[in-house]
């Protein structure tokens, strides 16, 4: 195998998330609920001889030292790889809005280098190297909705009813450890119940993050209010800027502000996938 084409890299959503308390070494300890939704990057890999590595930007140029080359070096060093590959990337999901697009690059990389190499690493050995790289990648590797706890590291599946959301997305970005570092975050949630939730999946809690992000970045809430006057519950996913809301069936999205259209704002509608594309790439998968 020479190459890989066309490997899909889904956002998320989060329906809910809550910080339930802060470790010693200052990671924050969180409790929601991952929906992946048909929004994607694209990535395609062709495998190179001597161990190097190269990125190429289809879209929205990246930063240079991005997850994916992460992802890469990590995956040569782990597996002892002598193998390179050129990545290409074609950029749709935008960076800093919640939506995971830079873990789920990250988690596609792992996933279609682990096939091009023919490493045959388990599910297991490939989510070691992913939560360093990020909280989010173990979700994205395991590749179904799920309820995910403590840093990233434990991950329930749950099953989830057809669903499509409005997604807004304002022209400017947040930074996680903008959100993170902020003395004003709430950090002392009372923990969730898997139950609780399922019972009401589209309107479960909150996002503890939110306050914060709005005061730092107004236009999420003017998102919130727009999808608000339609008659949507919305709230930020992740750490934003990016917010959504549940489109009850049969609801029709009113057309974006003129002026959103004109400054940069994303609106789109998005559905529930209900598993990865690349479930069935590791050798531990169902």
């Given at each position: 195998?020479?190459?890989?084409?066309?490997?899909?890299?889904p956002?998320?959503?989060?329906?809910?998330?809550?910080?339930?308390?802060?470790?010693?070494?200052?990671?924050?300890?969180?409790?929601?609920?991952?929906?992946?939704?048909?929004?994607?990057?694209?990535?395609?890999?062709?495998?190179?001889?001597?161990?190097?590595?190269?990125?190429?930007?289809?879209?929205a140029?990246?930063?240079?030292?991005?997850?994916?080359?992460?992802?890469?070096?990590?995956?040569?060093?782990?597996?002892?790889?002598?193998?390179?590959?050129?990545?290409?990337?074609?950029?749709?999901?935008?960076?800093?809005?919640?939506?995971?697009?830079?873990?789920?690059?990250?988690?596609?990389?792992?996933?279609?280098?682990?096939?091009?190499?023919?490493?045959?690493?388990?599910?297991?050995?490939?989510?070691?190297?992913?939560?360093?790289l990020?909280?989010?990648?173990?979700?994205?590797?395991?590749?179904?909705?799920?309820?995910?706890?403590g840093?990233?590291?434990?991950?329930?599946?749950v099953?989830?009813?057809?669903?499509?959301?409005?997604?807004?997305?304002?022209?400017?970005?947040?930074?996680?450890?903008?959100?993170?570092?902020?003395?004003?975050?709430?950090?002392?949630?009372?923990?969730?119940?898997?139950?609780?939730?399922?019972?009401?999946?589209?309107?479960?809690?909150?996002?503890?993050?939110?306050?914060?992000?709005?005061?730092?970045?107004?236009?999420?809430?003017?998102?919130?209010?727009?999808?608000?006057?339609?008659?949507?519950?919305?709230?930020?996913?992740?750490?934003?800027?990016?917010?959504?809301?549940?489109?009850?069936?049969?609801?029709?999205?009113?057309?974006?502000?003129?002026?959103?259209?004109?400054?940069?704002?994303?609106?789109r509608?998005?559905?529930?996938?209900?598993v990865?594309?690349?479930?069935?790439?590791?050798?531990?998968?169902?």
């Amino acid at each position: 195998m020479r190459s890989l084409h066309d490997v899909a890299a889904p956002a998320k959503l989060n329906l809910f998330l809550q910080v339930t308390g802060r470790r010693a070494d200052g990671y924050h300890l969180l409790q929601s609920a991952f929906v992946l939704v048909d929004w994607h990057d694209t990535l395609h890999f062709e495998r190179r001889a001597g161990g190097k590595l190269s990125r190429e930007d289809l879209g929205a140029a990246l930063p240079a030292e991005d997850l994916v080359l992460r992802a890469a070096r990590a995956l040569q060093q782990q597996a002892g790889c002598p193998e390179g590959a050129h990545i290409a990337i074609e950029k749709r999901l935008p960076s800093e809005a919640g939506l995971g697009g830079g873990s789920s690059d990250a988690a596609s990389c792992l996933l279609a280098l682990n096939r091009l190499w023919s490493l045959g690493l388990p599910l297991a050995a490939l989510e070691q190297i992913g939560l360093q790289l990020g909280a989010d990648v173990p979700f994205f590797l395991r590749g179904r909705n799920a309820w995910v706890e403590g840093v990233g590291e434990r991950i329930t599946p749950v099953d989830l009813p057809a669903a499509r959301f409005a997604v807004v997305k304002p022209p400017r970005g947040l930074a996680t450890r903008d959100i993170f570092g902020s003395p004003a975050l709430k950090r002392d949630s009372d923990s969730a119940t898997i139950s609780g939730f399922a019972a009401n999946p589209w309107g479960f809690g909150h996002n503890d993050l939110e306050p914060v992000a709005r005061q730092l970045c107004p236009e999420v809430g003017e998102a919130i209010e727009w999808l608000g006057s339609q008659g949507l519950k919305a709230r930020m996913t992740g750490s934003g800027s990016a917010v959504f809301a549940w489109l009850p069936p049969g609801t029709v999205l009113a057309q974006a502000p003129g002026h959103w259209v004109r400054s940069g704002w994303v609106v789109r509608e998005c559905s529930k996938m209900d598993v990865h594309p690349l479930v069935g790439w590791a050798s531990s998968d169902d």
